[in-house]
């Protein structure tokens, strides 16, 4: 059911006379006039068509460990939650892609480990279509291989139908990895990797 509040109504905008002669700055403003208002229109048929719940959650029942010292390892899945308008590429399980345009919520949570030695460190960062995301980097620190560290990111990317993105770690040390837990008892299963990818606005 939808809810009247969510779909914003829409209001014909208040057009401006037009001069008796041709002037510039008056096609300026009119033109930004329609521009924003056809925007508008376009986002609540988008709601309509899209449904107002578009996103994908993944995860990993497998441990990832970092596949080369100071080389890049691509987080991958093999499992889903759900998938409204995002899906997992079917050969490159490393790829969430989007099937619309907007900006979109890729929340990360990966749980940190190292089989031995003491500190290492690992990276983490976002990229789209195999480029890296400015500003998306994290490092996080293992101890001792007794010790789990969940580390958890939030970014905010804009995308564009079709785009693709990715969750990459690296370390020096290649005893670090992505670790999951198989289910004990009453404690469930615990991914080595979950990733949600969620639209919050059009552009």
Known sequence: MIEAQIVRPTKAP???IAPAAYETS???DLMRTLRLYYNTIDSVIQQLVYGFKVDG???????????????????????MTNEVGVRLDAVNTSRIIVERTGVFEVQVSAQVAKTSGTNSTLFMWLRVNGVNVN??????VATDANVRTVATRVYRVVLTAEDY?????????????FLAVAPAGN?????????????VAPI
Not at 57 to 72: C, F, R, W
Not at 165 to 174: K, L, R, Y
């Open 14 to 16: 208040n057009l401006p």
């Open 26 to 28: 008056f096609m300026d």
């Open 57 to 79: 959650a993944y995860y990993s029942t497998v441990t990832q460990p970092v596949a080369a010292a100071n080389g890049i390892t691509l987080a991958t899945y093999n499992g």
């Open 135 to 140: 500003n998306t980097g994290s490092e996080i």
């Open 165 to 177: 993105v990715e969750v990459v770690f690296s370390s020096t040390n290649t005893t670090m990895r």
């Open 187 to 199: 404690v469930p299963q615990i991914p080595s990797i979950t990733t949600t990818v969620t639209f």
